[in-house]
């Protein structure tokens, strides 16, 4: 139990970080995603690599918003050729014609998610998502955003971006385990931690709209509930047009 005590425990210690250092941020988070609620708004949201996973969280999910557009690039995800995406998402102008071609408007909400902060994607993703008037949230983590050099030729990394910017805490190289004679550091914390504080931010967002007077938000409920089926298909054929993945 000694390696599986000392994960949970520095995962229990990101969290409670974040809590403790990231109040204002996840605060604006949550009231920018509650306007754009009240607004009949999208939350866009894109992560390359493994932070893709924070749309797929919060996407078609089980008591999460059905007003989420993830933005997945398969390319840019793992399932296609893993090395391949890692080189993708530091190349410059991939996602200009993806991102630019969605109809984000100044209503909407765009999350963008990178521990690193650094990568070019995220970072072009960011700016043109800003360009079209979009609210935007980013989740990164600080010390490793500033380990090493900007990949973008604005020499910007996600810290600098961000309507609301969330450092999650997570360190440099995402392992946070060690042993003597095993070299790296292995089990990364950033998935748990982002996909945690993604879900924290949204229920406080549900909390403010609720405390504004606006009830009318857009949860699915579970599918393998006896009508939840049936339930969620008036989400899909609300969103769908607007959201092309849902149908």
Avoid: W
Wanted: hydrophobic share 40%.
């Amino acid at each position: 139990m000694e390696m599986i005590n000392a994960y949970l425990d520095i995962v229990g210690q990101l969290l409670d970080r974040v809590k403790l250092t990231q109040q204002e941020e996840l605060e604006k988070a949550a009231r920018l995603i509650a306007d754009c609620i009240k607004k009949d708004g999208l939350i866009y949201i894109y992560g390359s690599g493994h932070a893709h996973m924070s749309g797929e969280e919060l996407f078609y999910r089980a008591g999460g918003l059905a007003n989420v557009y993830p933005v997945f690039v398969e390319p840019l995800m793992l399932h296609e050729a893993a090395a391949l995406s890692s080189k993708l998402e530091k190349q410059e102008g991939y996602l200009t014609d993806i991102i630019g071609n969605l109809q984000i408007c100044e209503k909407d909400v765009f999350i963008v998610v990178s521990t690193s902060g650094r990568n070019a994607t995220p970072i072009d993703t960011a700016l043109i998502a800003k360009k079209k008037g979009a609210r935007l949230i980013t989740i990164f983590s600080r010390e490793y955003a500033m380990y090493a050099p900007s990949g973008h030729s604005s020499k910007m990394r996600l810290p600098d971006l961000g309507d609301a910017r969330i450092d999650n805490g997570v360190p440099v190289g995402d392992a946070c385990l060690s042993l003597e004679g095993v070299e790296p550091k292995f089990s990364p914390v950033s998935s748990v931690v982002n996909l945690t504080v993604l879900q924290a931010v949204i229920g406080e967002a549900v909390n403010f709209c609720v405390k504004d007077g606006y009830k009318d938000i857009p949860v699915f409920k579970s599918g393998n509930m006896t009508d939840g089926a049936e339930y969620n298909q008036a989400m899909i054929e609300k969103y769908g047009k607007r959201i092309p993945p849902l149908k």
